[in-house]
């Protein structure tokens, strides 16, 4: 029996005049008939009529005349129709229990359900049952019991991603109803967890455990941090053309560090940081700015890393603001690199930065352990050896013409503990090769101390001591002595390779003074280097008057307290006026002027007193 839909007529059938004739036609209910052949249907609002005609034995509607809204109204009406109906973004109106009232066509879509689906279906049938992913998982229950809009995030069976927001209609003719609207956010959320991954692989770069930092040498970790970011930039990036090259921040070299996919030629290509003429690598690391290379037939600054190269991205390793290296990926594709991929590459080489950082650091740690190691060692040694040193030199001179066999075991107990401080700065270079340690300006600067044998003459045991400690950090070579007559024996039985370049001394000494010994080393010593130490206003008998006029260096006198700065420069000066010194290529007297202290190294002993060397 078909049915009729009445909207706002009271509960009785309309006037049979007020009818269709297709309707009509359909009702037999004529004199005689006691069943009619229509059922009347009675709503009071259109809203409630709606759900009735998903009905199929639905025939037709009809609407009081003062029910029906104005002709613009209507009109408005199949417009939003329409609009909801082809929308981008999904909608559906769903009822108390959560069924699907009315789907727009994008949704169906979505859903994979064909035009014309019945409905009935909850919403999540519709969707074929989605995860709720959050933040709230009952999104739809809470709307209706809070009267409030809510959200969530749902993924579907074939991987697709949906944002859905459920919002009451607030009508007292349909108080229970939800409108929900859904936006498809696959990419966004793809490229959120992509985003989440590389950060991920980032941090583990170069984490490496306390254990594993231990056992592995400095070449493992370098190995093990370009297995890493191979792994990453072809599993993760998908990236299968990759070279990095690391910048050498002094010869602004670009060094191969990771080549994969690269030809052998163009790998060992000698590339610089510079705009021109080093292709996009070297533009890339002299401007510190990323490169997409879309087409490289016609591009003026692509050379080619493989042969069927046609598209290449170029990023900067940057780390506070100091350009480390480049990466540089290529493809067979014209413009394969797309915003996405910059933005990714940008970020991942971040971490591949703070890795190279943090793998330097290790390295540059591990380095100056052993330094430190091997400079407690030599402090340890250093004075017992000196000590050893001056008790052979004067039981030496007691065996002289007696007995050949005992100087020459005396010889070699000389030369043995020497070779004592040989070994250990041997050992401590091996442990600290150059490449660990960052290059330093000044020690440059003083090339020419290196090597150079220094004798420190003072009865004051800080003063020794100091005198190794910041004499050798520039590579001097360093003996000392208490007295004066010590140290004529220590010149005396030092010739030839361990003849002294400079010989330092107190102005007073516990048998004698500075310029007394002086005058007995010209004894058996061409050319004395002699360098005079004194407090201020302190020299008894005019000995540095003396001195000088007897062929002290004008320069070569020092005034405690003074700086180290001070002391490296006379003592670089009676070096250079030494005329048996050979000079290092390159090395100048002037590398370091007086007054330019070293900002590390700078110390200043009591004023007037004996207790430090400077």
């Excluded at 009619?36 to 409630?48: G, L, Q």
């Excluded at 727009?104 to 019945?118: C, M, S």
């Excluded at 966004?188 to 770069?205: M, N, P, S, T, V």
């Excluded at 540089?328 to 394969?336: I, K, Q, R």
Aim: hydrophobic share 40%; aromatic share 6%; net charge negative.
């Amino acid at each position: 029996m078909p049915k009729v839909i009445c909207v706002g007529a009271p509960s009785s059938p309309p006037d049979r005049s007020s009818l269709p004739e297709a309707l009509l036609s359909q009702d037999t209910s004529a004199e005689g008939t006691h069943a009619p052949s229509i059922e009347w249907v009675f709503c009071e609002s259109i809203v409630d009529a709606f759900p009735l005609l998903e009905e199929e034995d639905v025939a037709g509607i009809w609407m009081d005349r003062t029910s029906l809204p104005q002709t613009s109204e209507i009109r408005g009406m199949m417009q939003s129709g329409l609009m909801l109906r082809d929308m981008p973004e999904g909608v559906a109106l769903l009822d108390a229990d959560l069924r699907v009232i009315w789907a727009n066509h994008r949704l169906l879509q979505w859903a994979g359900r064909p035009a014309g689906t019945p409905l009935g279906m909850t919403f999540y049938e519709l969707l074929h049952n989605p995860e709720i992913m959050g933040p709230d998982f009952c999104p739809f229950h809470t709307a209706l019991a809070t009267g409030d809009e809510s959200s969530s995030t749902l993924h579907s069976m074939d991987n697709q991603y949906f944002q859905v927001h459920a919002a009451p209609i607030r009508s007292a003719e349909s108080p229970r109803n939800l409108i929900v609207t859904v936006g498809e956010i696959t990419d966004e959320i793809l490229q959120q967890q992509k985003l989440a991954a590389i950060h991920q692989a980032g941090r583990e770069l170069a984490d490496l455990r306390p254990n594993e930092i231990f056992m592995m040498e400095v070449d493992d970790r370098i190995d093990l941090l370009k297995d890493n970011i191979q792994h990453y930039l072809r599993d993760l990036l998908n990236f299968e053309v990759i070279e990095i090259r690391v910048l050498e921040q002094t010869t602004g070299d670009l060094i191969p560090l990771l080549s994969v996919g690269i030809d052998e030629e163009a790998s060992d290509r000698r590339l610089s940081a510079h705009p021109r003429e080093n292709g996009i690598t070297g533009y890339v690391a002299a401007s510190g700015v990323s490169y997409v290379c879309h087409d490289v037939q016609n591009d003026p600054l692509f050379i080619p890393g493989v042969a069927d190269a046609r598209s290449s991205l170029t990023v900067p390793l940057v780390l506070h603001d100091q350009v480390l290296g480049t990466i540089n990926v290529e493809s067979p594709d014209v413009a394969a690199f797309s915003d996405s991929d910059l933005q990714f590459l940008e970020i991942f080489a971040r971490d591949i930065a703070f890795a190279l950082n943090t793998l330097e650091l290790l390295v540059a740690q591990k380095a100056n352990t052993a330094q430190q190691s091997c400079d407690a060692i030599h402090s340890a040694v250093a004075l017992p050896v000196d000590a050893i040193l001056n008790d052979a030199v004067h039981v030496m001179e007691g065996y002289i013409g007696h007995s050949p066999e005992v100087m020459d075991r005396l010889r070699r107990i000389l030369q043995n503990s020497r070779d004592i401080k040989r070994t250990i700065q041997q050992i401590g270079q091996k442990m600290t090769p150059l490449e660990a340690v960052p290059a330093d300006e000044k020690l440059d600067q003083n090339a020419i101390l290196r090597a150079r044998r220094i004798l420190v003459v003072d009865d004051d045991e800080q003063v020794r001591e100091d005198a190794h400690q910041l004499l050798e950090r520039y590579g001097c070579v360093v003996e000392t002595a208490h007295e004066g007559d010590e140290a004529v024996l220590m010149v005396r039985r030092s010739a030839g390779d361990d003849s002294y370049d400079a010989i330092i001394s107190d102005i007073k000494l516990p048998d004698y003074s500075g310029y007394q010994l002086m005058l007995r080393l010209e004894k058996v010593m061409a050319h004395v280097p002699m360098i005079l130490m004194t407090g201020f206003g302190y020299d008894p008998g005019h000995s540095i008057v003396k001195a000088k006029q007897n062929g002290l260096h004008p320069k070569a006198v020092l005034f405690k307290p003074f700086r180290l700065d001070q002391l490296i420069d006379v003592l670089k000066t009676v070096i250079e006026a030494n005329p048996n010194v050979q000079h290092p290529p390159g090395a100048s007297p002037d590398g370091n002027p007086p007054g330019d202290e070293d900002p590390d190294a700078a110390r200043t002993a009591s004023g007037g007193t004996k207790n430090s060397i400077c």
